[in-house]
């Protein structure tokens, strides 16, 4: 069984986009809080384009992940999911960091600290969770028996053995 393209799409964009907004809200309310300037705040989130990149990569890969992988129990799909999430946003940070000459595995570590700290990474996994139970799953053509044009489980082999037998 897999996950239709198109549902593996709207799952890919609620979770990239919705954790994304969540870090830049939380991030625009402790900056706000603090009383600091929202100049660095629009450079940081609004102006950077390694935020896009980072929201078109995130979404491809999830994309891919979900309509490539087997469907699989929430447990596994969170776990796989946020792995890669995590390596989209330590790819993206790290990237951005090379090409403004800075350390990329210090700026990719940083980030991971700072979206814990803003939310988008825990806020990436809860919408995992809930999003999962809204996959739209098909049969792959793989799980198909030729013969019948009817998909054979594992409880159906005994029923196969006992026809192939005549038992």
Do not use: I
Request: aromatic residues 10%; neutral net charge; glycine residues 10%.
């Amino acid at each position: 069984m897999t996950v239709t393209w198109r549902s593996a799409v709207s799952y890919a964009l609620t979770v990239v986009v919705l954790s994304w907004l969540t870090g830049v809200a939380v991030d625009l309310a402790w900056t706000t809080a603090s009383g600091g300037g929202l100049g660095g705040w629009v450079s940081l989130w609004v102006k950077d384009p390694w935020n896009a990149v980072f929201v078109v990569a995130a979404t491809a890969s999830l994309t891919l992940t979900r309509g490539l992988l087997a469907a699989l129990p929430r447990w596994r799909v969170v776990l796989v999911d946020g792995s890669v999430y995590l390596v989209m946003l330590l790819a993206c940070s790290g990237l951005s960091a090379w090409a403004g000459g800075d350390a990329p595995a210090d700026m990719a570590c940083m980030m991971a600290v700072y979206a814990l700290f803003t939310l988008q990474l825990p806020a990436a996994w809860l919408l995992c969770v809930w999003r999962t139970g809204h996959l739209e799953v098909v049969l792959s053509r793989a799980g198909w028996n030729g013969t019948h044009g009817e998909h054979k489980n594992h409880s159906d082999h005994g029923d196969d053995q006992r026809e192939a037998t005549g038992r």
